[in-house]
């Protein structure tokens, strides 16, 4: 009995690493392409790290990153093929981005979605980002000084950019798989493009350039009906449709008299300290009605507008200004998604599905087409909390002196 124990705690120890994975026999994947092949359906890109390059022991003058490209028809496949070319086993849990060629996207992503849904080798904390005028392998390749390894400079550059500004719609794998699954919603994401020589990017001598030959940048929002691209829209009507979806913060310019032909040269600057948003649809006499709210916080970061910042009916008259502002940008994206798209983008018919399901059941199969012809009315109601460090400004001062 004592030489079974025995014999049973040493198997016990010896199977405790029967799976192991030495790091010097991985490579970490942090982006991937996919496009068009030339003689099979798909080609695969894979961005991995170039690890010694990016310890500050070793830090040499290689390159951060190695790319390897393959072809087939199967993305199941080819991520378990890639080793024709690489030397070490694929690790594909920390990739951050998967860019996907527009040829590809205006085809269908249906395929797409199915194997990084199905596979347990991905997270779901990656972008998935359309390239816009560019290869997808391009977007992959491009060196940035500051982050040495592309796909994470992406990342974190969409990152701060959504947290600044509000120009990304912040899509993972889930949400574009239930906005394909929605009843009453299409799908989004990100557009990106390469500003400059994209060869060029691909070399590392940029990093030894301050100005750049060859950078990513974000480029507005990937339009999508069922599985397929249908087109783009810009990067403020991108912001434009974010207001609807919940916008935390984000800075507007605004015309000092909106609506008048008086001081056209000169504008308000606002920055939104929070925001909130509510969409629903109502049905009055027997026509369906869109309506959204967005509500708020804003203060003045700066001013070409000499009214005087002590009294509330300057205050009154800016907040008039920028919610006017506001209504006319988010109407006119939404009248724009359905005259061009005919494509409900923003979950109208979600909302009217969870407020009154049995109508929206008789509208199902046919709802782009009923929202594209249902009336929007968009109300906002923002409020100035403060100007600054200072109320009047010291050009206001000027004016008053002046002989």
């Given at each position: 009995?004592?030489?079974?124990?025995?014999?049973?705690?040493?198997?016990?120890?010896?199977?405790?690493?029967?799976?192991?994975?030495?790091?010097?026999?991985?490579?970490?994947?942090?982006?991937?392409?996919?496009?068009?092949?030339?003689?099979?359906?798909f080609k695969l890109t894979v961005e991995t790290i170039n690890a010694p390059q990016?310890?500050?022991?070793?830090?040499?003058?290689?390159?951060?990153?190695?790319?390897?490209?393959?072809?087939?028809?199967?993305?199941?496949?080819?991520?378990?093929?890639?080793?024709?070319?690489?030397?070490?086993?694929?690790?594909?849990?920390?990739?951050?981005?998967?860019?996907?060629?527009?040829?590809?996207?205006?085809?269908?992503?249906?395929?797409?979605?199915?194997?990084?849904?199905?596979?347990?080798?991905?997270?779901?904390?990656?972008?998935?980002?359309?390239?816009?005028?560019?290869?997808?392998?391009?977007?992959?390749?491009?060196?940035?000084?500051?982050?040495?390894?592309?796909?994470?400079?992406?990342?974190?550059?969409?990152?701060?950019?959504?947290?600044?500004?509000?120009?990304?719609?912040?899509?993972?794998?889930?949400?574009?798989?239930?906005?394909?699954?929605?009843?009453?919603?299409?799908?989004?994401?990100?557009?990106?493009?390469?500003?400059?020589?994209?060869?060029?990017?691909?070399?590392?001598?940029?990093?030894?350039?301050?100005?750049?030959?060859?950078?990513?940048?974000?480029?507005?929002?990937?339009?999508?009906?069922?599985?397929?691209?249908?087109?783009?829209?810009?990067?403020?009507?991108?912001?434009?449709?974010?207001?609807?979806?919940?916008?935390?913060?984000?800075?507007?310019?605004?015309?000092?008299?909106?609506?008048?032909?008086?001081?056209?040269?000169?504008?308000?600057?606002?920055?939104?300290?929070?925001?909130?948003?509510?969409?629903?649809?109502?049905?009055?006499?027997?026509?369906?009605?869109?309506?959204?709210?967005?509500?708020?916080?804003?203060?003045?970061?700066?001013?070409?507008?000499?009214?005087?910042?002590?009294?509330?009916?300057?205050?009154?008259?800016?907040?008039?200004?920028?919610?006017?502002?506001?209504?006319?940008?988010?109407?006119?994206?939404?009248?724009?998604?359905?005259?061009?798209?005919?494509?409900?983008?923003?979950?109208?018919?979600?909302?009217?599905?969870?407020?009154?399901?049995?109508?929206?059941?008789?509208?199902?199969?046919?709802?782009?087409?009923?929202?594209?012809?249902?009336?929007?009315?968009?109300?906002?109601?923002?409020?100035?909390?403060?100007?600054?460090?200072?109320?009047?400004?010291?050009?206001?001062?000027?004016?008053?002196?002046?002989?």
């Open positions: 009995m004592r030489k079974l124990l025995i014999l049973f705690s040493l198997l016990t120890l010896q199977t405790g690493c029967w799976d192991k994975v030495e790091l010097n026999e991985i490579s970490i994947v942090t982006g991937i392409a996919i496009e068009k092949g030339e003689s099979s359906k990016l310890s500050n022991e070793q830090h040499g003058s290689a390159t951060p990153v190695i790319t390897f490209e393959e072809e087939g028809n199967s993305l199941a496949e080819l991520t378990e093929r890639m080793n024709v070319g690489l030397s070490r086993k694929l690790i594909y849990s920390h990739t951050r981005v998967i860019v996907i060629d527009e040829e590809v996207a205006r085809q269908g992503v249906g395929d797409i979605v199915d194997f990084l849904e199905r596979t347990g080798e991905f997270r779901n904390d990656f972008n998935i980002l359309i390239a816009k005028e560019a290869r997808a392998s391009d977007i992959v390749k491009t060196i940035y000084p500051l982050e040495l390894v592309p796909s994470i400079k992406i990342h974190k550059q969409i990152q701060m950019y959504l947290e600044d500004w509000g120009g990304d719609p912040y899509v993972r794998l889930t949400d574009f798989f239930f906005s394909l699954t929605s009843k009453g919603r299409q799908p989004v994401t990100s557009a990106v493009t390469i500003q400059g020589k994209s060869e060029a990017g691909k070399s590392i001598d940029q990093n030894k350039m301050t100005e750049l030959d060859s950078i990513v940048v974000i480029d507005g929002l990937s339009i999508f009906k069922n599985d397929k691209l249908v087109g783009y829209l810009s990067k403020e009507e991108a912001r434009n449709y974010l207001w609807t979806q919940g916008l935390k913060h984000t800075s507007l310019t605004v015309p000092c008299n909106l609506g008048s032909s008086e001081g056209e040269d000169k504008y308000l600057d606002f920055r939104i300290l929070n925001s909130h948003s509510n969409r629903k649809v109502t049905k009055l006499n027997g026509k369906l009605k869109l309506f959204v709210k967005v509500s708020g916080e804003a203060r003045i970061q700066g001013t070409q507008c000499h009214e005087n910042l002590e009294k509330i009916s300057t205050y009154k008259m800016h907040e008039q200004a920028l919610n006017s502002y506001i209504e006319e940008k988010i109407t006119a994206t939404i009248v724009k998604m359905q005259k061009e798209f005919q494509a409900d983008i923003f979950g109208f018919g979600e909302s009217y599905y969870r407020s009154n399901p049995k109508q929206y059941s008789k509208l199902e199969g046919d709802w782009d087409t009923v929202f594209s012809g249902a009336e929007v009315e968009v109300e906002s109601r923002f409020f100035i909390r403060r100007s600054g460090i200072r109320n009047k400004s010291f050009l206001t001062d000027e004016e008053t002196t002046d002989p």
